[in-house]
C-alpha cells in the first residue's frame, strides 16, 4: 500500500467570549466560576492538497451575538500561506453560525457535508427555537444556493474523502454533525468540533447544552475515541486550552494560530 501522505494541521483562533462553567454543561457545574470559551477554524495541509474545515463568523455577526471578535478567520489562514480566494474544498463539520459564516470569502470552494445536516437545517426542528437559535437562516439559505449551483457535496454517514482524511457522522449536537480524521506524522488526529466543546464535555461525560440527543451525543464519543491512539490526539471545538496545548508555528502567529500535529 502507498504511504499516506501527511497533513500538518492547525487551528485558528478568531474570536472569543467570556462564560462560566455552569453554561457550559448541561445539569450546571458543582465548582461554578469562569470558563471562557474560544473560536476556531481548521485547516489540514499537506504537500499536494489543503483542505479548510469550517469558516467561522464575521465582525457584524459577533456584535448581533456579543461574542469579541479579534480577527477574520481568512487572516489566520493567509499566515498559514492560504489564500480563502483560491481554496477548492471546505469541510462543514455543521451548519451553526460560528461554523458557516465567511462562506462567501471562499468563491472557488466546493463544500462538504452531510445529508443529515442539511435535512435537520431546514426542516421541521427550526420551527423551535431551542433548535434553531444557534442557525442564521440567511446563511443556511446561501448554502442551499451553493446547492443549486452544485458546490456542495453530500454524505451519508461516514466517508474516506482520501487514505490521509475521512468524515465521520457523530450528531448529537446538531442532527448532522461530523468531525475530521486526518493523517499526520504523529498518527491520526481527529478534530472533533462540537462533538465535545469542551475536553471536559468529553472526559467527564458531561455534555454542552446545545444538544438535540444526548445520546446520540454519548455515543459520538465512543466513536471519536476508536479513531485515534490517544486522546490527546482528540482536538476540542472551543476550549482555550487549545491555545496552550499547543505551540504557534512561529513568533507572528502566536496567540491566532497553534499546530495541532507537532
Not at 420551527?127 to 444556493?145: D, P
Not at 474516506?160 to 457522522?169: D, V
Not at 504523529?186 to 472526559?203: C, F, I, K, P, R
Request: aromatic share 10%.
Amino acid at each position: 500500500m502507498a504511504e499516506r501522505e501527511p497533513f500538518k494541521v492547525y487551528a485558528i483562533r478568531y474570536a472569543s467570549l467570556e462564560k462560566r462553567a455552569s453554561e457550559n454543561f448541561i445539569g450546571g457545574d458543582p465548582h461554578d466560576g469562569p470558563m471562557p470559551m474560544d473560536y476556531f477554524v481548521w485547516v489540514a495541509i499537506s504537500a499536494s492538497k489543503t483542505w479548510v474545515i469550517d469558516t467561522g463568523f464575521n465582525a457584524a455577526m459577533a456584535q448581533k451575538r456579543g461574542r469579541q471578535f479579534l480577527r477574520c478567520p481568512t487572516e489566520g489562514l493567509k499566515l498559514l500561506g492560504v489564500d480563502a480566494a483560491t481554496v477548492k474544498d471546505v469541510i462543514i463539520t455543521h451548519l451553526h453560525y460560528d461554523h458557516i459564516g465567511n462562506f462567501d470569502l471562499f468563491p472557488q470552494a466546493q463544500f462538504h457535508l452531510q445529508d443529515s445536516e442539511m435535512a435537520y437545517a431546514t426542516g421541521r426542528y427550526m420551527g423551535n427555537r431551542f433548535f434553531s437559535s444557534a442557525f442564521e437562516v440567511e446563511e443556511v439559505v446561501a448554502m442551499v444556493h451553493r446547492v443549486y449551483a452544485g458546490r456542495v457535496s453530500f454524505y451519508d454517514g461516514d466517508v474516506e474523502l482520501a487514505p490521509n482524511i475521512s468524515l465521520h457522522h457523530v450528531g448529537g449536537h446538531t442532527k448532522g454533525l461530523q468531525v475530521v480524521r486526518v493523517w499526520t506524522e504523529s498518527g491520526w488526529l481527529v478534530l472533533a468540533s462540537d462533538a465535545s466543546h469542551y475536553t471536559a464535555n468529553m472526559e467527564e461525560n458531561r455534555p454542552f447544552p446545545v444538544v438535540i440527543d444526548i445520546g446520540e451525543m454519548v455515543d459520538g464519543w465512543h466513536k471519536i475515541r476508536t479513531l485515534v491512539d490517544a486522546p490527546k490526539r482528540i482536538i476540542p471545538g472551543h476550549d482555550p486550552q487549545v491555545m496552550h496545548d499547543f505551540q504557534a508555528p512561529a513568533l507572528a502567529m502566536a496567540g491566532i494560530v497553534v499546530r495541532l500535529d507537532a
